[in-house]
């Protein structure tokens, strides 16, 4: 390939994962899919572009939405040859959400999830629940759980005991 | 192949296939079955939040059941999807393990089925994620974070009703009762097919039992209740043998698919 070309790939790969970096979650439409973590990859080989996602929970359903999205904004941007791939190694953690998409969820009122460690899920004994999530509205930690399962499959529902308002916690996974 | 001839490579590629194929398919069942039954709880469970949690853990379950299917079509090269398997199979084609498709009956026996099928899948999984089969692997890494979310919920409530009042631990422990029969049959190592153990793609399921048992036994425990002695009930899903409810579950989750082929959103 000579410099010109390669160039020229680099600038459209670039501009291939702007595009796709910018579409929101279905679910969550103040959080981009790249700071969610769940766009994994993006490469233009010539005409056709590939992006690869990730799916956050198995049976999550925004993915099929996630993948006609993608396939429109990319085909809008020029490109013609589309493939969207999934992947599910290695497996999604809350932990590939971006710092400026933790800030988006707790601007939204869904407090961000707490990091995640390897052994949550691994050790034996039950899910740890985090102790400190602090509310969005207001920011006091004296929170509750009042379920483990939420509107979607990757929030819980919690409780404020100071300005008494119920919120989302993004679930760390 | 017809009776006499040598076995070529290929032929033996193909059986390696379709016992993969079926291997991952009888997982994909578990999953599919066992989403169906929960997916009856939405509307019907004791409090709202008992419905999403349920409906949640339905959906976890469900996504499951599609990797796997979509991997066991693929693998079987027969041109069949996962809707082609989820309903375009009849009874004895399915291959849950029989107490995934055991009627809910009350809340407690929902929730005894769940301690049971999620510390199941919980080790299972686990183990799998280690696979020498690249795409098994991933599907199972992927479900043992979402299962040790079940497996924690069925545990809060076991305790919960166990250790509640005089009338939820009696139901508790009635509970446990009707599931335990169906419990052998998770360890049962005799349907997977040798080759697929040796090469390391299969989990001998026997071995999973002393962690299955250390952690259900110790929750029956903590919520005052007493592991079940009762004998287990002749077995055979893995090959294809249901109980009764098994019809009326497919009867339902399949009439659509068949009375209106192709039919989409």
Redesign the interface.
């Known amino acids: 390939m000579t410099t010109m070309a390669h160039d020229h790939q680099q600038t459209a790969t670039r501009r291939a994962w702007h595009v796709a970096a910018q579409l929101v979650d279905p679910e969550i439409p103040v959080i981009s899919i790249a700071d969610l973590g769940i766009l994994r990859d993006v490469q233009v080989d010539g005409e056709r572009v590939t992006a690869t996602i990730t799916p956050t929970y198995s049976g999550c359903p925004a993915l099929d939405a996630i993948r006609a999205d993608l396939d429109q904004a990319l085909r809008a941007a020029g490109f013609t040859e589309v493939v969207i791939k999934t992947a599910l190694s290695p497996a999604w953690t809350t932990d590939w959400i971006t710092a400026a998409g933790r800030e988006a969820l707790e601007t939204f009122g869904i407090a961000p999830p707490a990091v995640a460690t390897p052994s949550a899920t691994t050790r034996s004994g039950p899910v740890t629940v985090q102790l400190s999530v602090h509310c969005p509205q207001c920011g006091s930690l004296n929170t509750e759980e009042t379920s483990h399962f939420g509107s979607t499959s990757c929030k819980a529902l919690w409780r404020c005991r100071d300005c008494h308002e119920p919120f989302d916690y993004f679930k760390a996974l | 192949m017809t009776s006499g001839d040598a076995p070529s490579p290929h032929a033996v590629g193909a059986t390696t296939r379709a016992d993969l194929a079926r291997y991952v398919t009888s997982l994909g069942d578990d999953a599919l079955i066992h989403a169906q039954r929960l997916a009856e709880w939405i509307a019907s469970a004791p409090e709202l ?1 008992e419905d ?2 349920l ?3 339905a ?6 059941a ?2 796997l299917l979509s991997y066991a079509g693929d693998v079987e090269g027969a041109g069949r999807n996962e809707d082609d398997l989820a309903f375009f199979r009849d009874e004895r084609k399915f291959l849950n393990l029989q107490l995934v498709e055991l009627t809910n009956g009350d809340f407690a026996v929902t929730i005894a089925k769940l301690l049971l099928v999620s510390s199941y899948q919980l080790e299972l999984y ?1 183990r799998l994620s280690s696979s020498t089969d ?2 098994l ?3 199972a ?6 299962v ?2 079940h ?3 069925a ?2 409530w076991t305790l919960r009703l166990g250790d509640g009042t005089e009338f939820s631990h009696q139901q508790m422990q009635t509970a446990l009762e009707r599931v335990w029969p169906y419990l052998e049959e998770m360890f049962d190592d005799s349907w997977i097919p040798a080759t697929l153990l040796e090469s390391g793609v299969a989990v001998p399921v026997s071995e999973l039992r002393p ?1 299955f048992t250390q ?1 259900v036994t110790t929750v029956i425990r903590q919520a005052t209740l007493t592991s079940p002695e009762v004998p287990s009930i002749p077995t055979g899903g893995r090959r294809g043998i249901h109980t009764e409810a098994m019809g009326f579950l497919l009867a339902e989750m399949q009439h659509l698919a068949r009375s209106h082929p192709g039919a989409t959103w």
């Open positions: 939040e999403v949690a409906g949640n853990i959906l976890d379950q469900l996504g499951q599609r990797l686990r690249e795409m692997s991933a599907i890494a992927k479900a043992t974070k979402e040790a979310y497996r924690d919920h545990t809060q962690a952690y």
